[in-house]
């Protein structure tokens, strides 16, 4: 069974920098479908950045330029590191994953929390 362990949230001023890691256990999870949201107080869960098999990724239009979705050489491991960080940045950040399927389209569901079956319990990231 697979478990996610996020890190590396914390406090951060303007235009500052952070690397967010997940860490994935139980499986090895280099081939499925990867991905990380945000939750800011009051608001819906929103996906920040993806990442598919062989290396494809997507990122939201607010982050576009300023955050980068990675995998480690282990590929056990998610990141997200995040440059430039705004005020609006300020959420509780979430690790996603879900087991690997031929889906050539799956940029369309990327972004959908309901298509991910496995969450990590989330690391707080404050901008201010």
């Known amino acids: 069974h697979m478990q996610l362990v996020e890190s590396g949230g914390g406090s951060v001023q303007v235009g500052g920098s952070l690397r967010l890691s997940c860490a994935a256990t139980g499986v090895t999870y280099r081939t499925y479908f990867t991905a990380w949201f945000r939750q800011a107080p009051g608001k819906e869960r929103e996906g920040v950045a993806a990442f598919a098999r062989g290396g494809s990724t997507w990122s939201a239009d607010s982050v576009e330029g300023r955050f980068t979705i990675s995998k480690g050489n282990a590929k056990n491991t998610l990141y997200l590191q995040m440059n430039s960080l705004k005020p609006e940045d300020t959420a509780m950040y979430y690790c996603?994953?879900?087991?690997?399927?031929?889906?050539?389209?799956?940029?369309?569901?990327?972004?959908?929390?309901?298509?991910?079956?496995?969450w990590g319990q989330g690391t707080q990231v404050t901008v201010s």
């Open positions: 996603a994953a879900r087991p690997p399927s031929a889906l050539s389209n799956w940029r369309l569901w990327a972004r959908t929390s309901s298509w991910y079956n496995y």
